[in-house]
């Protein structure tokens, strides 16, 4: 199969160039592409080329990037046999070229992510859970959940946490009030495919009141997230009633 090359072949933005661009840029904005070769910063999540360009699916024949260690291009031709398909994952902050054969329009912005080699945090508030159990009797302010009583229905919560697939966990930070009894919370994980298997559900951090003061730092277990594959969330315990009260979790992230 026969396919053009991009139009200045020697000329090659590096991975350090594409920072610059990003750095340069609002992170969050989208990048436009128009008819013909473009040689843009991708500023979205580490997807496959053809999840990575699904804005803009139907409407290209090619995209090209730069292998620095075999000084070369790799590719993707949307329709084309995998042994010409080279390019498997285009990463946030990678510079590629792609050839648009209809009208163009944009690749997605960095919306909720930090820039390569950078970091970031998700911050979650106690307003955004809610109770395990339907029979659970809580109370909720603006950022602040706790039971009204001790009974087991109103001791567990979760939240789900939204993180930019490929980056990974690092820490997560918890704050809350343990002057009646004992708080938990973990940040766990589970296959999309699961439903009530508690075997299949994996922790990734966890903080326990009886482990230090208000607010209270982790580390987390090496994880890679994969929002394709898993699912995210927070789940807290507290047991103490009035006495317990969560009122908001952080989980920190690299790029």
Do not use: C
């Amino acid at each position: 199969m026969k396919r053009l090359r991009p139009a200045i072949a020697g000329l090659v933005l590096s991975a350090g160039i594409a920072a610059a661009v990003i750095a340069g840029n609002d992170a969050g904005a989208a990048t436009p592409v128009v008819g013909g070769w473009n040689n843009v910063p991708y500023l979205g999540s580490s997807l496959p080329p053809n999840e990575a360009l699904s804005t803009i699916a139907g409407q290209y024949d090619a995209v090209y990037k730069w292998n620095t260690a075999t000084k070369s291009y790799d590719i993707y031709a949307p329709g084309a046999p995998s042994y010409v398909n080279t390019l498997t994952q285009i990463n946030q902050g990678d510079a590629i070229w792609v050839n648009v054969t209809g009208q163009g329009g944009t690749l997605p912005g960095a919306i909720g992510q930090a820039a390569p080699g950078g970091s970031g945090k998700f911050s979650i508030a106690a307003s955004t859970f809610v109770p395990a159990s339907d029979l659970a009797v809580y109370e909720k302010s603006f950022n602040q959940i706790n039971p009204v009583g001790t009974d087991q229905a109103s001791q567990r919560y979760y939240a789900p946490v939204n993180l930019p697939d490929g980056v990974t966990i690092t820490s997560m930070t918890a704050a809350y009030e343990a002057s009646g009894g004992e708080v938990q919370v973990r940040l766990d994980f589970t296959p999309i495919i699961n439903g009530d298997n508690p075997a299949s559900i994996y922790k990734l951090a966890e903080v326990l009141s009886t482990g230090g003061s208000s607010p209270q730092t982790v580390n987390a277990f090496a994880h890679t997230v994969d929002n394709g594959a898993n699912v995210y969330f927070v789940v807290v315990d507290l047991t103490g009633g009035p006495g317990t009260k969560l009122r908001g979790v952080t989980v920190a992230y690299t790029g």
